[in-house]
């Protein structure tokens, strides 16, 4: 199935989306992690696209998304990626989030009530008083100091390889080339997930929701039973084996728990 490209012009630029399937389907918009970019989900947008209109999105400053002048912050990556809603002429949809994209949907949920039909957490982080201290007393993620031997590639590398499966080195290959071509730092989405206050903002949300877990990441795992106590009317669903990189290391697995939650909405 055909993946199709292309740009919006946006208030803070162009944006970037690829999207699969018939155009007149119900619309599915899908987020992803930091520093990824929409090719998180290049696996997964076939699979979708068999009943839906699969429409995965670089959030501003990543891919080939433009920044703005503003900075980084959940809520103003909620705001663009309902603008681009509004350029593609869809005035409702399903939206689903990986890790980062996952606070952005809340985000686009709470605000946008009206522009969510479904709402699916993957490896979604609850960002909380006690997530803010934590993130607070840990260095960073994903920023590395350059070097002129190109050894900060490695390091890079090396900080992400823990969670990610053995023998899969095109997983990695594909998060240091997102990480590089970030248009600021890294870093930047794990800064605005660590000042988003989720804590006053999830109590907005009705949608129906999934919460995806991947039983292998040390990172969201653990968050998976404190959205579910906040997001009462939510189901939660594990993905044995599932690691950081989810939607490209299982896409099938993925895919698969996308299509039975968004079924029980039509």
């Given at each position: 199935m055909t993946i199709r490209r292309a740009f919006a012009d946006l208030s803070v630029g162009q944006v970037h989306y690829a999207e699969?399937?018939?155009?007149?389907a119900p619309p599915v918009l899908l987020l992803?992690?930091?520093?990824?970019?929409?090719?998180?989900?290049?696996?997964?947008?076939?699979?979708?696209?068999?009943?839906?209109?699969?429409i995965a999105m670089d959030t501003a400053g990543f891919g080939d998304s433009a920044a703005g002048d503003g900075p980084a912050s959940i809520e103003g990556w909620a705001r663009v990626a309902?603008?681009?809603l509004d350029a593609l002429g869809i005035e409702r949809a399903d939206v689903v989030g990986h890790h980062t994209g996952g606070v952005i949907a809340v985000e686009i949920a709470a605000a946008f009530p009206g522009r969510v039909r479904g709402l699916v957490l993957s490896s979604t982080p609850f960002t909380d008083q006690n997530f803010r201290r934590a993130r607070a007393g840990r260095p960073p993620i994903d920023e590395v100091e350059p070097s002129d031997d190109g050894s900060h590639l490695a390091a890079l590398?090396?900080?992400?390889?823990?969670?990610?499966?053995?023998?899969?080195?095109?997983?990695?290959?594909?998060?240091?080339?997102?990480?590089?071509?970030?248009?600021?730092?890294?870093?930047?989405?794990?800064?605005?997930?660590?000042?988003?206050?989720?804590?006053?903002?999830i109590h907005r949300v009705a949608q129906p929701t999934l919460i995806l877990?991947?039983?292998?990441?040390?990172?969201?795992?653990?968050?998976?039973?404190?959205?579910?106590?906040?997001?009462?009317?939510?189901?939660?669903?594990?993905?044995?084996?599932g690691m950081v990189p989810l939607p490209d290391q299982l896409p099938e697995a993925f895919?698969?728990?996308?299509?039975?939650?968004?079924e029980t909405l039509a």
């Open positions: 699969c399937g018939d155009p007149q992803h992690q930091s520093p990824r970019s929409w090719a998180e989900y290049r696996e997964v947008l076939p699979l979708l696209g068999q009943r839906y209109r699969a309902v603008e681009l590398w090396r900080r992400r390889q823990g969670f990610y499966p053995a023998g899969r080195p095109e997983l990695l290959e594909a998060f240091v080339r997102d990480a590089l071509s970030a248009s600021g730092s890294p870093e930047d989405g794990h800064r605005a997930v660590a000042a988003y206050r989720m804590e006053d903002r877990r991947a039983t292998a990441d040390p990172f969201a795992s653990p968050h998976a039973a404190e959205l579910q106590r906040e997001l009462a009317h939510a189901r939660t669903v594990d993905i044995a084996g895919a698969a728990a996308l299509l039975e939650f968004l």
